[in-house]
């Protein structure tokens, strides 16, 4: 389990002071040291800047920022190319030009010694691997920043499997990274000023808690058990079965796929594959992952998909998967629809249904856009509609609101995009949107069959029935606690406390109004009646009822003016 707490992380980051150090120098080296500086932690800055001046890359002026944050990710190893590779799926937390720099990053990293496999086969299961498997190939056949792939046999069943081990020293590289990671971005909220709108806090707490899946292999499993069930009839579609017996949290032992990679394209012409048949069933899966399950492979790249005798396709590396509601996908159908149907006022409701709701957006503004953006692509024959180029197109006119897909709707596209870009490269001629478009009307007339209308008709009497049973109980509730003067009622009202000292303040004026009047009428009264006593043949208490009235009326008169002048101040 990774600790993912964040008390006293300060303090273990500066008892991981090397590691602290050098992805400090990593930044600097690639141009970033205006960053560092502004962070205020000189004692570090100050130890490594003299040796990066001496390990300068490239001339960096000629690479853009998002090159270079992709090239620091790649040299600071494992965790941070690992959250490269995560953060290319969130275009609602960084910028798209990152996004599409962050989808280059790839997995470089050398394979760790057979001897620390069979400790951690040993470690895992409590056996040598010698009385589990009756040989396993010591070279690995893929390495990766989190675990590494061998071939072997089980000693059994003699059944040929793939056996994924985690590193050995990946749990406390990571939770050392996360520990330097999470104080580095309070500091970049704190001090840069222009990267609080990022939230650098949330981009490493989303990635912590994206990778405690990631490093747990029996959620792979569960995974792949899911994605095996959705598939239990299609023949088209191989699904590697899994030992759940022998997988822990380091170890996975799933079937050994005999195969050819997607991106293969000459063993697969070789071979006589038929290419347009591969395109064809690997999109219709994707879709059908979508569509009628909402839970999918979100890494479908070529190197994930193998070719299989008879054209079968057999998706690998469950590590990453999406899923998505069938509310979120009926939204996505209304979106597509209206784009069809090109009418850009409807289209602009239909697009916000797929946002965060983080912002309230321009609506003149967001309808031109929209307009712009269904004459670019609402008249193109399906063969030159590109998923990807549209995708960008969308994110760009959110991005001008405030706005974002939801990460749930981005990774699908996004998943959609890279399956697109593998059936292209083994048929030109593909066209996913003519693939989309039978499981989209399906979607969309699923909405109003029997079956779901029934569902929806149940569900909605039962939630109104629960409503009218808990009426009376929360009335008489109600009720017994107004006889009793328990009632309490709390309201919040944003403008109030100004509201009642306005209204204090014209009341305290009209009573001093009414005061000084009555003030000038019974003193002039007292006047005209000639009541004495007298001074100077003057009513002694009508002349003072005056004098009082009069001082009252200037004060009045100045705090009306002085308040009138206030208001009317430019502010």
Same mark, same amino acid.
């Given at each position: 389990?990774?600790? +993912? ?11 991981? !002071? ?5 992805? %400090? #120098? ?13 962070? &205020? ?13 001496r390990q300068q890359p490239e001339p960096i002026e000629r690479l853009?920022r998002p090159e270079r944050v992709r090239m620091v990710l790649e ?7 690992? @959250? ?17 720099? @962050? ?43 989190? #675990? ?35 104080? %580095?971005?309070?500091? @970049? ?9 990022? &939230? ?14 990631? /490093? ?25 079965? =899994?030992?759940?017996?022998?997988? +822990?949290?380091?170890? %996975? ?12 394209? =000459? ?38 998909? *193998?070719?299989?005798? &008879? ?8 590590? /990453? *998967? ?36 983080? !912002? ?41 609101? #405030? ?49 779901? @209308? ?87 208490? #009508? ?29």
């Amino acid at each position: 389990m990774l600790r +993912t707490g964040t008390i006293d992380a300060v303090g273990r980051t500066y008892r991981h !002071a090397r590691r602290y150090r050098a992805i %400090l #120098g990593v930044l600097i080296k690639y141009g970033f040291g205006d960053l560092v500086e502004t962070l &205020n932690i000189r004692e570090h800055v100050e130890h490594v800047k003299g040796r990066i001046s001496r390990q300068q890359p490239e001339p960096i002026e000629r690479l853009s920022r998002p090159e270079r944050v992709r090239m620091v990710l790649e040299e600071l190893g494992p965790t941070f190319v690992k @959250m490269g590779q995560i953060l290319s799926t969130r275009a609602d937390l960084i910028p798209l030009e990152y996004v599409e720099e @962050m989808s280059k990053l790839q997995d470089a990293v050398p394979a760790f010694p057979y001897e620390s496999v069979k400790e951690i086969i040993l470690s895992e299961t409590g056996r040598a691997p010698g009385a589990i498997f009756q040989s396993i190939q010591k070279k690995p056949i893929a390495a990766a920043s989190i #675990g590494q792939v061998h071939r072997a046999f089980l000693k059994d069943t003699r059944e040929e499997v793939a056996i994924k081990v985690q590193r050995p020293d990946i749990q406390q590289t990571v939770e050392v990274d996360l520990d330097i990671l999470r104080h %580095l971005a309070a500091l @970049m909220e704190r001090h840069a000023a222009e990267l609080q709108s990022v &939230n650098p806090v949330k981009i490493v707490n989303e990635f912590a808690r994206t990778m405690e899946d990631e /490093m747990d292999y029996r959620v792979e499993a569960s995974h792949i058990e899911r994605f095996a069930r959705q598939f239990a009839d299609d023949r088209t579609i191989h699904v590697p079965k =899994v030992f759940r017996e022998l997988s +822990t949290r380091r170890m %996975l032992v799933m079937e050994f796929i005999h195969g050819i990679k997607a991106s293969n394209l =000459v063993a697969l012409g070789e071979d006589g594959y038929d290419l347009k048949e591969v395109a064809s069933r690997g999109a219709d899966s994707m879709l059908r992952q979508i569509c009628t399950w909402g839970f999918y492979h979100a890494d479908p790249h070529p190197g994930n998909i *193998m070719v299989l005798p &008879n054209n079968v396709v057999c998706f690998i590396d469950f590590g /990453m *998967m999406g899923r998505i509601s069938q509310q979120e996908r009926e939204d996505f159908t209304d979106f597509v629809e209206v784009l069809i149907r090109k009418d850009e006022t409807k289209a602009g409701d239909a697009l916000l249904k797929l946002t965060d709701g983080s !912002a309230d957006p321009k609506q003149g503004q967001l309808q031109r856009d929209l307009l712009e953006f269904i004459d670019r692509y609402a008249y193109l024959p399906l063969k030159e509609l590109e998923m990807g180029k549209m995708l960008q197109s969308v994110v760009k006119i959110l991005r001008k609101q #405030g706005m974002s897909l939801k990460p749930d709707l981005f990774l699908m596209v996004k998943a959609l995009t890279v399956a697109e870009g593998v059936g292209r490269s083994l048929d030109p001629d593909f066209e996913i949107m003519g693939h989309a478009e039978p499981f989209v009307r399906r979607l969309r007339l699923a909405r109003y069959s029997v079956p779901e @209308m029934t569902r929806e008709f149940v569900g909605t009497g039962t939630e109104w029935i629960r409503f009218v049973r808990e009426v009376p109980v929360e009335l008489k509730e109600l009720l017994r606690k107004a006889g009793e003067g328990k009632l309490k009622l709390d309201i919040e009202y944003g403008a109030l406390e100004h509201t009642l000292f306005r209204l204090d303040l014209i009341s305290g004026r009209i009573a001093s109004a009414i005061v000084l009047a009555s003030l000038i009428i019974g003193s002039s009264v007292i006047v005209l009646s000639n009541t004495p006593p007298k001074w100077h043949e003057m009513p002694i208490i #009508g002349l003072a009822g005056l004098f009082i009235a009069a001082v009252m009326g200037s004060w009045l008169l100045t705090s009306f003016f002085r308040r009138g002048r206030r208001q009317a101040a430019p502010r």
